[in-house]
């Protein structure tokens, strides 16, 4: 099979939320008829974010942080906390279009 077979076929998709759409594509010919079936993945931008905890020494802080699902399936998320001191749950569900609050904790337990 050479490149002469194979015809190049560009999708523009510009979607408005992260979220899992379907489409189909159905090509008409006179002796042919083909649907693709097309699914794409969107993915909200990643952005940095940065938490600053001041507590007296020996104090616990909590620190809530909203999470917002406003794709069209449910998120299941696993924590994984790096350092010392910080706990927060290992598991935390999103329902569609809802905001959950993730509570991270920091715990000093000496001076630092």
Avoid at 65 to 89: K, T, V
């Amino acid at each position: 099979l050479g490149g002469s077979d194979t015809v190049a076929f560009p999708i523009k998709f510009t979607p408005k939320y992260a979220g899992c759409y379907h489409c189909q594509i159905i090509l008409k010919s006179p002796c042919d008829i083909r649907v693709y079936e097309i699914e794409c993945v969107v993915n909200a931008e990643q952005a940095d974010a940065q938490l600053e905890f001041q507590t007296p020494a020996y104090q616990t802080v909590t620190q809530e942080i909203p999470i917002s699902n406003m794709s069209s399936q449910d998120w299941r998320f696993e924590a994984i906390l790096e350092g010392q001191c910080f706990y927060g749950p290992p598991v935390i569900n999103v329902p569609v279009g809802e905001t959950a609050q993730y509570p991270l904790t920091f715990k000093p337990v000496a001076e630092c």
